[in-house]
């Protein structure tokens, strides 16, 4: 888990966001630079963590900017258990693959099966419960690439 300026999985010093993440628990993230994390968009957006505690940044509504005063705490170790937020396509069942839902483009997630995975998507788990459109549902993350 990441806690604001410290990390204990890599080397990154994660101080910048690149944009509101306030009420975001449960939202994908990518490694955008060194330093810099930002909402997945989309399904091609390379997984990094998922957000347990959202923040906004010491400049709200200028991004990139330094993580505001509230820390910002992420999933980010392979394998881990996770709280993830469903977006508002349609609800998932355990055992769904899961990526970020490209049509909302909030950092949540949709099944495969709502949202075919093409070439070049990253899957960034299975669901391990049910869970409907706007809920959350648990999800290990273990992150792949969609090969052509």
Same mark, same amino acid.
């Given at each position: ?40 968009? !989309? %399904? ?10 959202? @923040? =906004?940044?010491?400049?709200?509504? &200028?991004?990139? *900017? ?23 396509? !349609? %609800? ?10 490209? @049509? =909302?483009?909030?950092?949540?997630? &949709?099944?495969? *099966? ?35």
């Amino acid at each position: 888990m990441a806690l604001g300026a410290t990390t204990y999985k890599t080397p990154n010093i994660i101080n910048l966001i690149g944009s509101d993440m306030t009420s975001k628990e449960g939202c994908g993230v990518y490694l955008y630079g060194a330093n810099e994390v930002k909402l997945a968009t !989309a %399904g091609g957006d390379r997984p990094y963590a998922v957000i347990v505690t959202g @923040t =906004d940044s010491l400049t709200p509504g &200028t991004y990139p *900017s330094l993580i505001g005063d509230a820390s910002l705490e992420m999933v980010d170790q392979l394998g881990c258990v996770v709280q993830v937020l469903i977006s508002s396509a !349609a %609800g998932v069942v355990a055992g769904d693959f899961l990526l970020i839902d490209n @049509t =909302d483009a909030d950092g949540t997630f &949709t099944s495969v *099966s709502n949202q075919p995975a093409a070439a070049v998507d990253f899957v960034w788990g299975m669901a391990l419960t049910e869970a409907n459109s706007g809920e959350q549902c648990l999800m290990r993350f273990q992150p792949y690439l969609v090969q052509a």
